[in-house]
């Protein structure tokens, strides 16, 4: 998707004490706020959940990712974009910022991912970091689908030893959460 301006529904992300604006509802407000690993809670609801790759490549961030991640305008960045799937039908869409993506990044190993869920990986590291979430109604024109339900969440994670390489997280649920 080409990089356009950004409104200012774009560039508001709330904190957490201002999420009753994204959703009032208890249950999505829930999963909104799962501290550790989505993968893992989507997979006690649908253990055959699947992980359609739709992105890797090096692009230019959004302007709101570039200022959470402290980058300049025409900086490219590694991005990952996948659909986690339940039964065939799309539950979240994820996407993965990466700056720096060069050799000495603790994230070089994300490049081989291929199906495997992103969560899988995070959690297991033993010296990570993760910033408060972020809640936001996320633009439907950043979507490569349709979908109502654009409850989203973003938090950047860093490496306790690698503070420099920063990864940001954008989760976009798109369906009710059972």
């Not at 302007?63 to 539950?91: F, K, P, S």
């Not at 990044?105 to 297991?124: A, H, R, S, V, Y």
Request: aromatic share 10%; net charge positive.
């Amino acid at each position: 998707m080409p990089l356009s301006g950004s409104t200012p529904a774009e560039k508001r992300w709330y904190a957490d004490a201002l999420l009753s604006r994204i959703t009032e509802q208890p249950r999505q407000k829930s999963w909104l706020r799962t501290p550790k690993s989505l993968t893992r809670r989507i997979r006690q609801h649908c253990p055959q959940m699947q992980v359609k790759v739709l992105k890797q490549a090096f692009a230019l961030a959004y302007e709101d990712e570039r200022q959470a991640l402290g980058l300049q305008t025409h900086q490219r960045v590694w991005i990952r974009e996948v659909l986690l799937q339940c039964d065939g039908q799309d539950w979240v869409f994820a996407r993965t910022v990466i700056p720096y993506f060069e050799s000495g990044n603790p994230w070089l190993m994300l490049q081989k991912l291929g199906t495997q869920p992103l969560g899988e990986i995070l959690f297991d590291i033993k010296q990570i970091c993760r910033s408060d979430f972020r809640f936001q109604h996320f633009p439907k024109q950043r979507l490569p689908l349709d979908a109502s339900l654009r409850h989203a969440r973003r938090s950047v994670f860093w490496h306790d030893t690698h503070s420099d390489f920063p990864l940001l997280l954008t989760e976009v649920f798109l369906h009710r959460m059972p």
